[in-house]
C-alpha cells in the first residue's frame, strides 16, 4: 500500500501558505511516528494516550491559533485547521482533545478571564502541563443548553455549584473545568473549577463504542465550593459558552477531512490490489468506482470550504453560520466516506487491522457533539430565512 | 560556537524516479522535496551544541531549485539563518565541496555537519573532499559526539565495531542514523523561521572541472514473474535443486 501523502485532486495546496505546508508536515510525521503505531492499542483498551499531550504543547498543538503571549505560536485559522486534520486522521481522540483544550479551555480563559488566571493557567494549557475540560452539556440538556440546571449561588467568598455536567471530553483527567452554570439572577456565567475542590468529582464514561482513546466523564458538584476569583468575568451570558462552541466546531470541520481523506487513501489502495473477478483488481469495477470518485468529490469540496471558511476567520468574517456549514457538510461526508470505505473493504473492514473501522466509529460521536448536525442545519435556516426553528 | 551545517535538498526517499528525455538526469517535476535524511541529524547534533554551548548554526546549501520549503524547514528546527549558494543545474561532488569551500572559509566556523551521503546520487564524496580542501580533520559516518572546549571525541561506525576517534576543534563531523533522534519543527519553530535570514550567493568555481561526467541513468529491470513449484514435497526439493545448480548454477 502506497504511503499516505495527503488528498489534493485541484492543488488546492496552492492556496496554503509555505508555513502552513510546514506545520502539516509537523503534525503528519508526528502522526506516523508516534500516534499510528500505538494507536489500536489503546482504541481496544478503551484508554486516552496521555503521554503524547505533553508532545503535543512542545510542537504548539494546544491553542495554536491564539494570539497575545510569546507562548501561543498565533498561527493562522487555515494552518490551526491543517494540524487539527493531520490530529484527526491519527484518531478523532487527539483532536477532539486539542479542540477541548485551545478552543474550549484555553480560548475561554484568554477571552473571558481575568490577568491572573490568563498568567496561572494560559502557560500551563499550552505545554500540556496542565488539561483542561469545558461542562456545558448536562444529562437533560444537551442541544438546549439554556435549559441547564446546574446553579451557581454565592454564598461568602464562594460560589457554590450544584448540579452535572454530561459527555465531558477529557472529564475524568482534568486538572480544570470551565463550567457554566445558572446564577442567582437567571443569568449564566463561567468558573474555572479545580481538580480536588470540595464538592467536585470527576467520573469516566465506560463502554464506549466511539471515541474509545479519548476520555469522557461525567463532573458532578454537591455543594462545590468555587472561590469568587475563579469565576471567568467576562463571561456574559450563555453567548460566552456559544462563542467558545464556535471556535471548537470550526477545529471539528477541518479534523475530520483527516479520516476522510484516511478512509478514502485506503479504500483506494485496497481496490488496487484487491483481486475478485476475472483475475482483474475490484477497482475495475464500474460500482467500485463510483464509490471513489464520490469519496474523492466529497473531499474536495470540503477542502475548498474548509480554507474558504478560514480565511474569512483570519480577516473576521467569519459568521457562526459559516462554521455550521462546515462542521455540518464535513462531518456529514466524512462519515459516509468511511462508510464507503468499510465497504469497500468488505470483511477486512470490520477488523481493526485498518484504521477505518475506527474511524468510522469515532465519526458517529463527532456527527452528534458540538452541536448536532441538525441544529447546524437550523442555525443555517434561521440564517437564511430569519426564522428561528429550533422548536 | 559558531557552528555551520551542510544540507542538501533531495526527492523524498519513497519518491519513484522517472529518467529526463536526455536520459542523463531524473525527472523530479512531480517530486516531493525534503532535507536529506543524513543532513537532518547533522542539525539536530547542531542544535544540541548550541543549546549546551551557545553560539549560531548556519545552515549552507548549494542548490539551483529557487525552493526555500526545504531550507525554512531547518530554520524552523531551529537554525538561526541559511546561506544557499544558487547554481546552474547539478554539481558533481567535487565542483561542490570547491563551491562550499568557499563558503566555509568565509564563515570560519568551529565545527561544521554534514549528513554522511546525500541520498539520491549517494557520492559520499562531499565531506572527504571539503577536509582535503580545507586542510581540516574529517571524522566520518559518526554515531555519538562529545565535545568539551575545544577537545572532540566521536565514536563511528566501522565493520563489526565501533571505532572512538579523538581530534580538536575546528573540525568536519559527518553524521550517521544513530547520533540523535531529529526534532520535529515546532509551530513557533515554523512561525519564527519566516523572519530568519536567508542570504543568496552566487557560486563562486575557480578550479577546474572534475574529470568525468554522467553518460546515462537507467532503472533497474523490471523483476521477472517468479517460478511457482507444484507437486509433492519430495518432487518439489528436487526441483529446486536443480534450479539452483543448473539454471542459476550457485550450488
Redesign the interface.
Same mark, same amino acid.
Given at each position: 500500500m502506497r504511503?499516505f501523502?495527503g488528498v489534493d485532486f485541484v492543488e488546492s495546496d496552492l492556496l496554503l501558505t509555505?508555513?502552513e #505546508?510546514?506545520?502539516r508536515?509537523?503534525a503528519r #510525521?508526528?502522526v506516523e511516528d508516534k500516534v499510528k503505531p500505538i494507536i489500536e492499542e489503546y482504541h481496544r483498551g478503551h484508554r486516552f494516550p496521555i503521554h503524547l499531550v505533553k508532545e503535543m504543547g512542545?510542537?504548539?498543538?494546544l491553542g495554536?491559533n491564539l494570539k497575545g503571549y510569546d507562548?501561543l505560536?498565533?498561527?493562522s485559522n487555515v494552518?490551526y485547521g491543517l494540524?487539527m486534520q493531520e490530529l484527526e486522521r491519527g484518531d478523532s481522540a487527539l483532536r477532539s482533545f486539542a479542540s477541548v483544550q485551545g478552543a474550549l479551555v484555553m480560548y475561554p480563559i484568554l477571552t473571558f478571564g481575568s490577568e491572573e488566571q490568563k498568567s496561572k493557567w494560559l502557560p500551563l494549557l499550552a505545554s500540556g502541563e496542565k488539561i483542561g475540560c469545558f461542562g456545558l452539556t448536562e444529562p437533560d440538556f444537551g442541544s438546549n443548553p439554556a435549559g441547564m440546571k446546574t446553579t451557581a449561588k454565592k454564598v461568602g467568598s464562594h460560589y457554590i455549584l450544584n448540579g452535572s455536567k454530561m459527555w465531558i471530553t477529557n472529564g475524568s483527567i482534568a486538572d480544570i473545568a470551565v463550567v457554566f452554570a445558572k446564577l442567582e439572577d437567571g443569568n449564566i456565567g463561567g468558573f474555572i473549577v479545580e481538580r480536588g475542590m470540595e464538592g467536585f468529582k470527576q467520573v469516566e464514561i465506560k463502554n464506549k463504542f466511539s471515541l474509545r482513546a479519548s476520555d469522557t466523564g461525567i463532573l458532578y458538584f454537591e455543594d462545590c465550593k468555587v472561590p469568587l476569583e475563579n469565576k471567568l468575568p467576562g463571561t456574559k451570558g450563555l453567548k460566552s459558552a456559544l462563542m467558545c462552541l464556535t471556535q471548537a466546531r470550526y477545529g471539528i470541520g477541518w479534523g475530520v477531512l483527516g479520516p476522510a481523506m484516511e478512509c478514502f487513501h485506503i479504500a483506494l489502495e485496497y481496490s488496487k490490489e484487491r483481486i475478485q473477478f476475472a483475475g482483474k483488481p475490484i477497482a475495475s469495477h464500474q460500482l467500485v468506482q463510483e464509490k471513489l470518485v464520490y469519496m474523492l468529490s466529497e473531499i474536495t469540496k470540503a477542502q475548498l470550504l474548509s480554507i474558504q471558511v478560514g480565511r474569512l476567520k483570519d480577516e473576521g468574517k467569519a459568521h457562526f453560520s459559516h462554521i455550521s456549514l462546515l462542521k455540518k457538510n464535513n462531518v456529514k461526508i466524512a462519515r459516509e466516506i468511511a462508510k464507503l470505505s468499510r465497504e469497500i473493504l468488505g470483511a477486512s473492514g470490520i477488523v481493526d487491522d485498518y484504521p477505518v473501522i475506527r474511524h468510522m466509529l469515532n465519526l458517529e460521536s463527532v456527527f452528534t457533539y458540538e452541536g448536532t448536525d441538525e441544529i447546524h442545519t437550523l442555525i443555517i435556516g434561521h440564517r437564511i430565512t430569519d426564522i428561528p426553528a429550533y422548536y | 560556537m559558531k557552528i555551520g551545517v551542510c544540507v542538501k535538498r533531495v526527492p523524498d526517499t519513497?519518491t519513484r524516479p522517472k529518467i529526463a528525455s536526455d536520459e542523463k538526469n531524473f525527472d523530479l517535476s512531480d517530486a516531493?522535496f525534503v532535507i536529506s535524511p543524513y543532513d537532518e541529524f547533522g542539525i539536530e547534533e547542531a542544535l544540541k551544541l548550541k543549546e549546551a554551548n551557545g553560539g549560531e548554526v548556519v545552515l549552507i546549501s548549494l542548490d539551483s531549485s529557487g525552493d526555500?520549503?526545504v531550507i525554512?524547514?531547518g530554520l524552523?528546527m531551529g537554525a538561526d539563518r541559511a546561506i544557499i549558494v544558487e547554481g546552474d543545474g547539478e554539481r558533481d561532488p567535487y565542483e561542490t565541496a570547491v563551491i562550499l569551500s568557499n563558503v566555509l572559509k568565509e564563515e570560519n566556523f568551529d565545527i561544521v555537519f554534514f549528513g554522511k551521503q546525500g541520498v539520491g546520487h549517494d557520492y559520499q564524496q562531499v565531506p572527504s573532499i571539503l577536509a582535503e580542501i580545507m586542510n581540516l580533520p574529517l571524522i566520518s559516518v559518526v554515531v555519538e559526539l562529545k565535545i568539551d572546549g575545544d577537545k572532540v571525541e566521536a565514536v563511528r561506525e566501522i565493520e563489526g565495531g565501533e571505532e572512538v576517534v579523538e581530534a580538536k576543534l575546528p573540525v568536519l563531523i559527518s553524521a550517521q542514523k544513530g547520533l540523535n533522534v531529529p526534532r520535529?519543527?515546532?509551530?513557533?519553530g515554523?512561525?519564527a523561521?519566516?523572519k530568519k535570514p536567508i542570504d543568496k550567493k552566487s557560486p563562486e568555481f575557480t578550479a577546474e572541472k572534475l574529470s568525468w561526467e554522467v553518460e546515462k541513468v537507467e532503472l533497474p529491470p523490471p523483476r521477472k514473474a517468479g517460478k511457482i513449484v507444484e507437486g509433492e514435497v519430495e518432487e518439489q526439493v528436487k526441483e529446486i535443486i536443480s534450479f539452483l545448480s543448473d539454471e542459476v548454477k550457485i550450488i
Open positions: 504511503r501523502e509555505e508555513e #505546508k510546514l506545520m508536515d509537523t #510525521k508526528f512542545t510542537l504548539g498543538f495554536s507562548f505560536p498565533g498561527i494552518g494540524i | 519513497e516531493k526555500v520549503t525554512r524547514n524552523a520535529y519543527p515546532s509551530l513557533r515554523i512561525m523561521a519566516k
